[in-house]
């Protein structure tokens, strides 16, 4: 069976999991289009200082035709989400390394004052690519087409599966979990900013899912 993986801004840890090992490596996108109110396609979940933060990244209204892919609002200021994230980040051991990376994201596909709108999937997309090369991971989805939306384990369009319910695996220090406690379902960037692509990919290795061990 082959899993299905949303495209969200930077993933959490499971979902590179899938990506990565499950199945031999076999997983399809879900669709960019049909924007689901109960998926995560537009915001992720990082820690910060006091707290699990919501970062969302608005859309403009869809129109009738629902088969359209979503765009990011031409209201949306990139400027501010990025404070956010380097206010959750700024004092991590490698924000520093990525920030000009991620700078250039920001500005390449989320659209700044006065500019048209941009597709949601390809900034998406980019992100998921970004994170690839620094893990140094070769994605390889499948062209298939992904079966009907369902609860299943490796289906991860649905918010709980995405947000990390049923999994388990080995925790590493967060920045501000002495204060907060440990965040779950955090988006793979709360990983990288601590520990670094290297600690990262062994991270991957102890994931494991309560199903598979169960049998």
Request: net charge positive; proline share 9%; aromatic share 12%.
């Amino acid at each position: 069976m082959t899993a299905v993986l949303p495209l969200v801004p930077f993933p959490p840890l499971h979902w590179w999991f899938l990506a990565t090992h499950c199945h031999g490596g076999k997983f399809a996108y879900g669709p960019p289009t049909k924007f689901v109110k109960q998926t995560l396609r537009n915001r992720m979940i990082i820690s910060g200082p006091s707290g699990q933060i919501h970062l969302s990244f608005p859309i403009q209204k869809q129109s009738e035709n629902k088969e359209l892919p979503p765009l990011l609002s031409a209201h949306f200021r990139p400027v501010h989400s990025f404070r956010t994230l380097q206010s959750a980040y700024g004092g991590a051991p490698f924000f520093e390394h990525f920030e000009e990376d991620l700078r250039a994201l920001w500005q390449a596909y989320l659209p700044g004052a006065n500019e048209n709108p941009k597709p949601l999937y390809a900034f998406n997309q980019a992100t998921i690519d970004w994170v690839a090369q620094q893990c140094n991971w070769d994605l390889k989805p499948s062209s298939q087409t992904p079966p009907a939306f369902a609860h299943s384990p490796i289906d991860l369009r649905c918010k709980s599966a995405l947000a990390g319910a049923g999994w388990e695996f080995e925790r590493y220090t967060q920045l501000f979990e002495a204060k907060n406690g440990f965040i779950a379902g955090c988006s793979i960037l709360d990983a990288l900013m601590t520990l670094g692509p290297n600690a990262v990919r062994q991270q991957i290795q102890f994931l494991t899912q309560r199903a598979s061990n169960s049998k």
